[in-house]
């Protein structure tokens, strides 16, 4: 299963009139994009396209969702290469973690980088479904869910057949990296009190999860995808291992980049509803 994000008409245009435009052979290197991986990878890390993308407003309307992860995900990569340490934050404490290697290894791996920029470009439309379910002959129920809300998404697990529930596995575990790398204030505060870090009381039919939760039920679901039979025929279990074996690594980056360059965007850039609220 190929995830690397596909570059649109648009997403090509951008690129290439601002990191070669004074190459006057456009199809030449529209064709070289599309076949050399280590020509595709310079042009979309090229630093101007970076400050491009950064500057403009309405960037979505120029180009993918894609390839802005992309581009972000390259550029925190490269600002990791020339750090010591990546930084944790637990209230208003930041804990240097000397993890950088490990962070740079998993993103060596190309599937992952791919993923982590497909991933992140889900969530920038957020889903409500309702779903007939039968629950006794004669008997169906109308069960609603939202593919950012993990409590729906498990309640929706229980419901459909094992063949069904790689999508709702990948879900689950995706929501929960997503959230530790983009929203990890609301992981701790949603959770605890910003000032006594006592624990919420819980809300009627809502789990309340704090980090160590997301990354609990994180790693169990993205064990439990690489588990099942879809995933084996998609040849998905071994980046789904991987993200396993690496939660904590792979949330890292999205972590440099919700602080480094999403800080006052990621509200607007996240959770544009067809659905509920934002986030898990």
């Known amino acids: 299963m190929d995830l690397r994000p596909r ?10 009139e601002t990191a070669a435009p004074d ?18 990878r310079g042009l979309v890390a090229d630093e ?30 490269r600002e990791l290469e020339r750090a010591t340490h990546t930084v944790e934050r637990f209230r208003t404490q930041a804990i240097p973690v000397f993890d950088t290697k490990v962070v740079l290894d998993l993103l060596a791996e190309q599937r992952v980088l791919d993923y982590l920029a497909d991933m992140l470009s889900s969530f920038t439309r957020i889903e409500t479904f309702v779903v007939p379910v039968r629950i006794t002959k004669g008997i169906w129920r109308k069960i609603r869910y939202n593919d ?7 309640r929706m697990c229980e419901t459909v057949g094992e063949e069904s529930r790689l999508a709702f596995y990948k879900r689950i575990a995706d929501v929960c990296l997503f959230v530790l790398g983009i929203f990890p204030e609301y992981a701790y ?92």
Do not use: C
């Not at 970076?50 to 993918?64: G, K, T, V």
């Open 23 to 40: 190459f006057s052979d456009r199809a030449k290197l529209r064709r070289l994009i599309v076949e050399d991986e280590d020509f595709r």
């Open 7 to 16: 570059l649109t008409e648009q997403d090509l245009d951008f690129v290439l």
């Open 48 to 77: 101007k396209v970076f400050e491009r993308l950064m500057a403009e407003e309405d960037i979505f309307l120029r180009i993918s969702p894609g390839l802005y992860f992309e581009v972000l995900l390259r550029r925190a990569i």
């Open 148 to 154: 950012m809300d993990i409590d729906s998404l498990s």
């Open 189 to 280: 505060f949603d959770y605890r009190y910003p000032f006594s870090g006592e624990v919420r009381p819980r809300i009627a039919g809502k789990a309340r999860r704090g980090m160590e939760e997301y990354e609990e039920e994180g790693r169990k679901f993205y064990r439990l995808a690489a588990e099942h039979q879809s995933a084996k025929e998609l040849e998905m279990s071994e980046i789904f291992w991987m993200l396993y074996e690496n939660f904590n690594a792979a949330r890292k980056p999205m972590n440099f980049i919700s602080e480094h360059y999403l800080y006052y965007k990621k509200q607007d850039l996240f959770g544009a509803e067809t659905g509920s609220r934002k986030p898990g």
